[in-house]
């Protein structure tokens, strides 16, 4: 009998198993303005996307945290250091010095986090102040999404837009809400297109724009762009002279 999508909540995923821990996410090591001294990678997998930053930049130390064991440990073939567990637990200030960290990747993590927030606010300490965060984040305000969900469908599956590991959702809106309330300036968003979607032609706004069961009425440009984005891209910097530290461990609220 066929697994049940839920049921990859009740068992740990293996690294291999579906390639879930080996993505190689080229594109986003592209969005770095400066080589990184010290490159750390939330969410590392199987340190692909780290073993590729050591080899454009042969001189930074890279690092990853993972909480699945298994892939850390095969990451940490890869990469210089590597640390398992839950980071909302772990004591940051244990591994990292206070502005040491001067290159930060997010790739598809924060949406797996109880609290998001407080990872930004914790971690923010430990970045230098010209520290670059990149990060890629899911977008719910998604078209083919919304068909569904006006047609009563909230489909889990095992990676996607409602993969059934993702605690939190958002919008461009939300998340540059999430960055400025934790003390981050974004200096750049970037859309990715969901290839679902098929291109639509319009002439002049606003328009009607039927999806399924429901029509948006759709006033700008960048709103139509936003619908048929299934991932955002985020550049951001650690804002300076924000006087609050890092929440203890497992602490802190979600806004």
């Not at 974004?186 to 706004?205: L, S």
């Not at 550049?235 to 203890?248: I, L």
Request: hydrophobic share 45%.
């Amino acid at each position: 009998m066929a697994e049940h999508v839920w049921q990859l909540l009740s068992r740990p995923r293996a690294p291999g198993e579906d390639g879930y821990f080996e993505h190689l996410r080229s594109e986003l090591v592209d969005l770095l303005t400066v080589p990184p001294r010290r490159f750390v990678e939330i969410g590392c997998g199987t340190g692909l996307t780290g073993a590729e930053v050591k080899r454009r930049y042969p001189a930074a130390i890279v690092d990853g945290i993972e909480y699945s064991a298994a892939a850390a440990a095969e990451a940490a073939t890869r990469l210089d250091n590597v640390h398992a567990g839950d980071v909302g637990q772990m004591d940051l200030g244990a591994l990292y010095d206070p502005g040491s960290i001067d290159a930060l990747l997010l790739a598809d993590v924060l949406e797996h986090l109880y609290d998001p927030w407080n990872l930004l606010v914790r971690i923010r300490p430990f970045l230098a102040p010209d520290g670059q965060v990149i990060a890629s984040i899911p977008n719910v305000r998604n078209l083919a999404l919304l068909r569904e969900l006006a047609a009563g469908a909230f489909p889990y599956v095992p990676a996607g837009l409602l993969d059934i590991t993702h605690i939190r959702f958002f919008t461009r809106a939300e998340i540059l809400k999430m960055f400025d309330q934790t003390g981050y300036d974004v200096t750049w968003v970037g859309n990715v297109r969901d290839p679902r979607i098929p291109d639509i032609a319009v002439t002049a706004f606003p328009v009607n724009l039927e999806a399924g069961d429901i029509t948006f009425k759709v006033s700008t440009v960048e709103s139509l762009t936003d619908l048929m984005t299934i991932q955002f891209y985020v550049r951001a910097q650690p804002r300076a002279n924000v006087q609050s530290g890092p929440t203890p461990t497992g602490g802190g609220s979600a806004t």
